[in-house]
């Protein structure tokens, strides 16, 4: 027989409605015991991820241990694994958890990760062979800056610009997801010698960021001159990534995203926008 491996101990404050709806929902396969045990693991995950990766991750394991045919356990254990740099290990699990869920809305951080164990090639690959219009709109940006990271990594800073080029690249409105966009296109400019729009896009960055810290009630902030206006959203796809954690519970499915034109060496912790 094989020996069970001890699970990290959970304190008693963790139940398992501190995990997200939907990812609750995808433990109904499992007896009821079984199901809080796990539920209970992915919510110390969620909890731990930006302070602890590392005891994240051995969070992920046990409910990995517990229930590996669930795809929100494979997603968990993928993203932990990044966030710990191991790529490899975040290669295997995030395409499994896309082989059982279907789901392409960790493409990002498999193209990161591919730049990760350093397979730039592979990575443009895999990026290229999704439909970008059907991703929701924050994956879709997060794919653009993992994108423009593989190409970097093959020196092709050019390329690596065309890549940001995208709709969402508006300097005047503020999401989740602008200030690491913003801050991906100056780097990529910093590098091309063009320091003038590099501080440019920097400082939208930096406002987006501020402005989102003080505004994140609001989806949208239109950002002129400084100044913070609130916008109005007519387009559910943009809305703020921070409902991801909803009041009911947490996940890891949003939490994870690649920083702006990182080395495979130096990608250990993807960051979105602060909402």
Known sequence: MRERVPEPPLPEDITPKDLHPAARNELKTLSKENAEQVARHLAMASRLIDD????????????????????????????????????????????????????????????????????????????????????????????????????LDRGETELALGELEIPELDPNLAFAWSPALFAARAAVLEDLGRTEEAA???????????????????????????????????????ADASEAGAEEGTTLRQAQRPEPAQRPEEAQRPEEGEA
């Open 52 to 151: 602890d990766p590392q005891r994240a991750h051995e969070h992920a394991l046990a409910a990995s241990r517990r229930a590996g045919r669930v795809a929100v356990v494979r997603e968990t254990l993928g993203i932990t694994a990044y966030a710990l740099g191991d790529f490899a290990l975040a290669l295997r699990e995030l395409r499994t958890y896309r082989r059982i869920s279907g789901r392409d809305d960790q493409i990002a951080l498999i193209v990161d990760s591919e730049r990760g164990v350093g397979r730039p090639d592979r990575a443009l690959e895999e990026g290229r062979a999704v439909d970008r219009a059907s991703l929701p709109v924050e994956v879709r940006v997060a794919l653009a800056i993992a994108m423009s990271g593989a190409r």
């Open 200 to 238: 440019f896009w920097t400082e939208r960055a930096e406002v987006a960021a501020s402005a989102l810290g003080l505004e994140d009630d609001e989806d949208e902030i239109v950002v002129e001159d400084g100044l913070v206006e609130d916008g109005l959203v007519e387009d559910e796809g943009h």
